[in-house]
């Protein structure tokens, strides 16, 4: 049999947490995801960069650290087999990310519905995030469609500028760079205020004071990023 699904824990990113989850306007479903129980599916939407990918780790890390079995299956890098979900309807919750690359897809969407109807059956809980709510996405089965539409649904709202910074200098902590207010407040004002490109910078920045064994001032934000 061929071998298409890492091990449960190990597909599990233990960097992306709860606890380092920059909240933001996400209380509420927040709250949801760290409750033993509740409905049994959720569908989370939102666009790139808002936080989706790090929530679906950290619903299954959190359930992982009390006991559960759980699984995170990122659905726009695995294999498109159904057999990338066999065995998992045994897990108490199973997160697909990115569940959209496999919808509209006849094959694709029997293989989720087995799992649908296996881990309901169980009693067991499945997650999804997608980039659009499941009304704005096609279906090539019906049953499918029907019951992710009626899933309770989340949008995963986009950080404010201030969160924006929080995500920055938490992930420059993690690589043992330090950013001060002022240098920061400087890049936030004059440079793009796109999460997924504030990160890209932040890699080229990490890049720049590590060859250069500077610590990060606004010269060298002015320089690294042409500001």
Excluded at 40 to 68: E, F, I, M, N, Q
Excluded at 89 to 116: I, K, N, P, T
Aim: proline share 4%; with cysteine; charged share 25%.
């Amino acid at each position: 049999m061929r071998q298409l699904l890492l091990p449960l824990a190990d597909a599990v990113d233990e960097g992306r947490s709860f606890a380092n989850f920059v909240v933001g306007g996400n209380g509420e479903l927040m709250d949801r995801l760290r409750r033993a129980e509740g409905p049994p599916v959720l569908w989370l939407w939102g666009g790139s960069a808002v936080g989706k990918t790090h929530l679906a780790h950290a619903c299954c890390h959190w359930h992982l650290g009390r006991g559960a079995k759980a699984a995170y299956v990122p659905l726009a890098s695995a294999p498109r087999d159904p057999e990338v979900l066999d065995g998992l309807s045994h897990c108490d919750l199973v997160v697909l990310d990115d569940v959209q690359r496999w919808l509209d897809h006849f094959g694709l969407e029997r293989a989720l519905m087995g799992l649908y109807e296996g881990l309901l059956a169980d009693g067991c809980r499945l997650v999804t995030t997608a980039n659009r709510p499941p009304a704005q996405c096609r279906f090539s089965l019906q049953d499918l469609g029907s019951r992710l539409k009626a899933a309770l649904i989340y949008e995963v709202r986009q950080l404010d500028d201030y969160g924006k910074g929080l995500v920055v200098r938490n992930r420059a902590k993690q690589r043992g760079l330090l950013i001060a207010d002022r240098v920061l407040d400087f890049w936030l004002a004059h440079s793009e205020r796109n999460l997924s490109r504030l990160l890209e910078d932040l890699e080229r920045l990490d890049r720049a004071a590590l060859t250069n064994q500077r610590r990060l001032t606004v010269p060298l934000v002015k320089q690294v990023l042409d500001l």
